[in-house]
Protein backbone atom coordinates (compact mmCIF):
# COMPACT_ATOMS: atom_id res chain seq x y z
CA UNK A 1 0.00 0.00 0.00
CA UNK A 2 1.02 3.13 -0.91
CA UNK A 3 1.45 5.49 1.50
CA UNK A 4 1.97 9.12 2.16
CA UNK A 5 2.16 10.45 6.38
CA UNK A 6 2.25 13.95 7.00
CA UNK A 7 3.47 14.84 10.59
CA UNK A 8 4.58 17.90 13.11
CA UNK A 9 1.57 20.43 12.63
CA UNK A 10 0.06 21.95 15.61
CA UNK A 11 -0.74 25.05 17.22
CA UNK A 12 1.41 28.05 17.14
CA UNK A 13 1.52 31.53 17.94
CA UNK A 14 1.86 34.53 15.48
CA UNK A 15 5.73 35.02 14.38
CA UNK A 16 6.47 30.84 15.71
CA UNK A 17 7.96 28.23 13.56
CA UNK A 18 6.68 24.80 12.59
CA UNK A 19 8.56 21.61 10.97
CA UNK A 20 6.59 19.59 8.74
CA UNK A 21 7.37 15.62 7.82
CA UNK A 22 6.19 13.73 5.48
CA UNK A 23 7.47 9.80 5.29
CA UNK A 24 6.49 7.92 2.08
CA UNK A 25 5.89 3.86 1.91
CA UNK A 26 4.83 1.31 -0.37
CA UNK A 27 7.46 2.49 -3.60
CA UNK A 28 10.24 4.66 -3.66
CA UNK A 29 9.51 8.51 -4.61
CA UNK A 30 12.68 9.38 -5.39
CA UNK A 31 12.00 10.02 -9.18
CA UNK A 32 9.06 11.98 -8.14
CA UNK A 33 8.63 15.31 -7.19
CA UNK A 34 7.67 15.62 -3.54
CA UNK A 35 5.71 18.82 -2.88
CA UNK A 36 3.50 20.79 -0.30
CA UNK A 37 0.15 21.96 -0.45
CA UNK A 38 -2.46 23.54 2.04
CA UNK A 39 -5.88 23.97 2.45
CA UNK A 40 -7.73 26.76 4.04
CA UNK A 41 -11.17 26.33 5.66
CA UNK A 42 -13.32 27.67 2.51
CA UNK A 43 -10.84 28.17 0.09
CA UNK A 44 -9.08 26.17 -2.57
CA UNK A 45 -5.83 23.88 -2.09
CA UNK A 46 -2.79 25.98 -2.64
CA UNK A 47 0.92 24.75 -3.47
CA UNK A 48 3.17 26.26 -1.28
CA UNK A 49 6.51 24.06 -2.10
CA UNK A 50 8.01 21.76 -3.97
CA UNK A 51 11.36 19.65 -4.08
CA UNK A 52 12.20 17.94 -7.70
CA UNK A 53 13.63 14.77 -8.25
CA UNK A 54 16.65 16.62 -8.26
CA UNK A 55 16.41 18.44 -5.47
CA UNK A 56 16.25 21.62 -6.63
CA UNK A 57 13.41 23.45 -4.75
CA UNK A 58 10.51 26.42 -5.14
CA UNK A 59 8.02 27.76 -2.55
CA UNK A 60 5.76 30.75 -2.50
CA UNK A 61 7.53 32.40 -0.15
CA UNK A 62 11.18 31.88 0.33
CA UNK A 63 11.63 33.58 3.35
CA UNK A 64 8.94 31.56 4.97
CA UNK A 65 9.13 28.03 3.71
CA UNK A 66 12.18 26.30 3.47
CA UNK A 67 11.57 22.17 1.71
CA UNK A 68 14.14 19.38 2.03
CA UNK A 69 13.86 16.00 0.91
CA UNK A 70 15.93 13.10 1.78
CA UNK A 71 15.80 9.99 -0.92
CA UNK A 72 17.26 7.09 1.21
CA UNK A 73 14.82 7.94 3.74
CA UNK A 74 11.98 9.01 0.88
CA UNK A 75 10.74 11.68 2.79
CA UNK A 76 10.38 15.92 2.60
CA UNK A 77 10.29 18.57 5.36
CA UNK A 78 8.43 21.61 5.05
CA UNK A 79 10.87 24.43 7.70
CA UNK A 80 7.98 27.16 8.50
CA UNK A 81 9.06 30.97 10.26
CA UNK A 82 7.57 33.68 10.51
CA UNK A 83 3.93 32.20 10.74
CA UNK A 84 0.97 34.10 10.95
CA UNK A 85 -2.61 33.29 11.03
CA UNK A 86 -2.99 33.35 7.39
CA UNK A 87 -0.87 30.58 7.06
CA UNK A 88 -3.80 28.70 9.53
CA UNK A 89 -4.37 25.55 7.20
CA UNK A 90 -4.79 21.58 6.69
CA UNK A 91 -1.11 21.77 4.98
CA UNK A 92 -0.97 18.36 2.85
CA UNK A 93 2.28 16.38 1.12
CA UNK A 94 1.91 14.75 -2.19
CA UNK A 95 3.82 13.13 -4.76
CA UNK A 96 4.10 13.07 -8.83
CA UNK A 97 4.76 14.94 -11.31
CA UNK A 98 6.50 19.03 -10.60
CA UNK A 99 3.67 21.42 -10.96
CA UNK A 100 2.13 23.89 -9.31
CA UNK A 101 -0.90 22.41 -9.45
CA UNK A 102 -2.15 20.01 -7.75
CA UNK A 103 -3.94 17.87 -10.41
CA UNK A 104 -0.55 16.92 -11.29
CA UNK A 105 0.43 14.94 -8.22
CA UNK A 106 -0.84 11.38 -8.04
CA UNK A 107 -0.24 10.27 -4.10
CA UNK A 108 -1.57 12.32 -1.28
CA UNK A 109 -0.74 12.49 2.79
CA UNK A 110 -3.96 12.54 4.85
CA UNK A 111 -2.86 16.20 5.95
CA UNK A 112 -1.71 17.80 9.27
CA UNK A 113 -3.26 20.81 10.75
CA UNK A 114 -1.34 24.17 10.88
CA UNK A 115 -3.03 26.42 13.69
CA UNK A 116 -1.41 29.97 14.08
CA UNK A 117 -3.02 31.91 16.57
CA UNK A 118 -2.62 35.76 16.50
Known amino acids: QVQLVESGGGLVQSGGSLRLSCAGS????????MAWFRQAPGKEREFVAVANMFGGTTSIDSEKFTVSRDNAKNSIDLQMTGLTPEDTAVYYCAAGRASFRASDYSYWGQGTQVTVSS
Open 26 to 33: GRTFKNDA
